[in-house]
């Protein structure tokens, strides 16, 4: 019912940038937190950056100011802006949505998640 398509991942040298973008589509009454995580194998996936509805911001403290969250909300969407990266910056990012759906008589909470995309950052 919540689609997450994620875009922008790639491969950068360290110290390059690289912009994702995740756009939450289908039948939605409200999105509330807008969040991306990464993951690796044999590590447990975690939060990178999160941005509530009124615009307020949390980041993981490996961030340390390189990396900028902001939405659309007008297009349920969500950035990520990811500068200095550095090696261990490397993993599948993922975007992840909460809100409230458009059930027509029912308004039931989601949370969902994007396929992700993979951030590699070469030494």
């Known amino acids: 019912q919540v689609q997450l398509v994620e875009s922008g991942g790639g491969l950068v040298q360290a110290g390059g940038s690289l912009s994702l973008s995740c756009a939450a589509s289908?039948?939605?009454?409200?999105?509330?937190?807008l969040g991306w995580y990464r993951e690796n194998p044999g590590t447990p996936r975690e939060l990178v950056a999160a941005?509530?509805?009124?615009?307020?911001?949390k980041y993981a403290d490996f961030v340390q100011g390189r990396f900028t969250i902001s939405r659309d909300s007008t297009k349920n969407t969500v950035f990520l802006q990811l500068n200095s990266l550095k090696p261990e910056d490397t993993g599948l990012y993922f975007c992840?949505?909460?809100?409230?759906?458009?059930?027509?008589?029912?308004?039931?909470?989601?949370?969902?998640w994007g396929r992700g995309t993979q951030v590699t950052v070469s030494s």
């Open positions: 992840n949505a909460n809100g409230i759906l458009n059930g027509g008589s029912y308004f039931p909470n989601f949370s969902s």
């Open positions: 289908g039948s939605l009454y409200r999105v509330n937190f």
């Open positions: 941005i509530g509805s009124g615009g307020e911001t």
